[in-house]
């Protein structure tokens, strides 16, 4: 043999195939005629045409007919054999029409990673449509999520930052804007990807989404989009830059994390957006603005629904700025805010409806701004357990409590005005148990309390004007047993209704001076 000469290869798969289709051709074909012949035997015997002879006419038709009936049994077994054939066929032929494809989409997406190398912005720009375009046309979800996957990658490559509007460096500048552009482009086309309905040509509903240490410097809009049974990983991503927009967007069944993230300039908006089953993540996340930096920023997720799942805030930092939680729905499931931080800057839940579920700002901090309350609890359980608010003003100005366990136990109020005023307390158990009022101003003014329990036991009110003037106790019942009150003005001055348990024993009979209590509750002391 010489030494050009190549062995003989081996069949190939599609060879392989075709084999495997002859032989059962082969077999098929070999069934039928046996059948054929068993037939035509059984009928033989069955109509007992041994003795042609007697009847010879008659005995050859019912030959000829056995002969036509044998010959329709072969005819349905080949017509068997061709459909098993043809179905073979249609196998292989798909399976070859998968391989070409695949084929084709390997050399189309080695093109489109190679102009993602290119130095020329321009070229990238032509890659990153062509990697969309593929992901669009892919055979199966593997090779789409192929695509999806290095246009993230590129997303979470280190860029040179800008240089700036210098003269001297104004190539520099212009490319940094020309790169920024294909990044800000595969930005949109995600977003335009993920509002697409599951299932429907262009969707990219239901695959992972990894921007994970992304830079955010533009505007991103996932308005609308839907996030289903996936995962996606805003992890550490930093948003420093024009407005985000997740309005409408429905979070559902999926993995969602934006911990560690920073929203430290522009608008971020969750307005709208549905929150149920799955688990989205916002814990040690900072959204960190004021003046010039945050521009005035906004987290926003006004009238957002929590209707299941996790939800958690936990260690998240809000500095700055404003966080809008107004018209928001937490119905079901779990939002946890724990040991988050809100300083400076307001933070509303005005107008928030608590109907079941769980949502806890346990050991939160409330450090400076305006934080407001003015929500309905009407389900479920909100805990502000541990909780600290100091300085700033802290409203839960007509918040309705009609069917929550809400608790704010071992809570410490210092150097805030906290007011409670107009507030309804109609149903469910709300715990003021160790609370501490010290400094600021207290004002529950014209509250109602028609049902439920409300207890103040143990809670000391400390260097601080207590006031319940024009309260309302109609029904339920109200604790003030072991409550401390030191220095400050305590008045119940036009309180209306029997005196709440405890509270003559706590404040003492006859009130010491700057206690204002009720002429009607002092008749009736002991």
């Known amino acids: 043999m010489t030494p050009n000469r190549r062995p003989r290869s081996a069949p190939n798969e599609r060879e392989l195939r075709l084999w495997k289709v002859g ?54 077994a080949g017509a068997l054999v061709a459909l098993v054939v043809a179905y073979r066929r249609q196998r292989v ?8 494809a695949t084929r084709l989409h390997t050399e189309r997406f080695s093109q489109a990673v190679d102009k993602l190398g290119s130095d020329s912005p321009a070229v990238r720009l032509g890659g990153v449509h062509a990697l969309a375009g593929l992901a669009d046309d892919a055979p199966d979800n593997s090779l789409r999520q192929t695509c999806i996957d290095v246009l993230c990658a590129y997303l979470q490559l280190p860029f040179t930052p800008d240089p700036g509007t210098d003269p001297a460096h104004q190539e520099e500048h212009h490319r940094y804007l ?42 991103m809009d996932f308005g609308g989009a ?22 409408n967007a429905t979070f559902s069944g999926s993995n969602v994390s934006f911990e560690d993230a920073t929203f430290s300039s522009g608008a971020v908006s969750f307005r709208s957006a ?3 089953s799955g688990s989205v993540s916002f814990r040690k996340a900072t959204f960190s603005g004021g003046g010039a930096m945050f521009s005035g920023g906004t987290v926003y997720f006004g009238e957002a629904m929590f209707s299941g799942g996790d939800v958690s805030f936990g260690h998240a930092k809000f500095s700055g700025g404003t966080v809008y939680f107004g018209e928001a729905m937490f119905s079901g499931g779990t939002v946890s805010f724990d040991e988050a931080r809100f300083s400076d800057g307001d933070v509303s839940f005005r107008s928030a409806t608590f109907s ?23 389900g479920g359980t909100v805990s502000f357990d541990e909780a600290r608010f100091s300085a700033g003003n802290v409203s839960f100005h007509h918040a309705m409590f009609s069917g929550s366990d809400v608790s704010f136990e ?35 003014r014209n509250v109602t309390f028609s049902g439920g329990d409300v207890s103040f036991r143990n809670a000391t009110f400390s260097g601080s004007d207590v006031s319940f003037r024009g309260a309302t106790f109609s029904g339920g019942t109200v604790f003030f047993r072991s409550a401390t009150f030191s220095s400050g003005d305590l008045s119940f001055d036009g309180a209306i209704g029997s005196a709440p348990q405890g509270l003559l024993a706590a404040v003492g009979t ?8 009720p002429s009607a509750w002092l008749l009736s002391a002991p």
């Open 510 to 517: 006859p009130p010491p001076s700057g206690v204002t209590l």
């Open 23 to 76: 032989r059962a051709l082969t077999l098929a074909f070999a069934a039928a005629v046996l059948v054929a012949g068993g037939v035509f035997y059984f009928l033989v015997v069955l109509l007992d045409v041994q003795e042609i002879g007697a009847t010879a006419k008659l005995d050859a038709k019912t030959l000829f007919d056995l002969v036509k009936l044998s010959f329709g049994v072969v005819a349905g």
């Open 178 to 219: 020309a790169f920024r552009k294909v990044r800000h482009t595969i930005l949109r086309l995600i977003g335009d990807h993920y509002r697409r309905p599951k299932g429907t040509q262009r969707s990219w509903q239901g695959c992972d989404l990894d921007l994970t240490g992304v830079t955010i410097d533009g505007d």
């Open 274 to 276: 549905t929150f149920s």
């Open 226 to 247: 839907t996030f289903s049974g996936s995962t996606v990983s805003f992890r550490n991503a930093t948003f420093s830059g024009g407005a985000v927009s997740f309005r």
């Open 356 to 378: 079941s579920g769980t949502v806890s700002f346990g050991g939160a901090r409330f450090s400076g701004g305006d934080v407001s309350f003015g929500a309905m609890f009407s």
């Open 410 to 444: 071992d809570a410490m109020f210092s150097g805030s005005d906290v007011s409670f005023e107009d507030a309804t307390f109609s149903g469910g158990d709300v715990s003021f148990r160790n609370v501490t009022f010290s400094g600021g101003d207290v004002s529950f």
């Open 93 to 100: 032929d798909e399976a070859g029409a998968h391989r070409e």
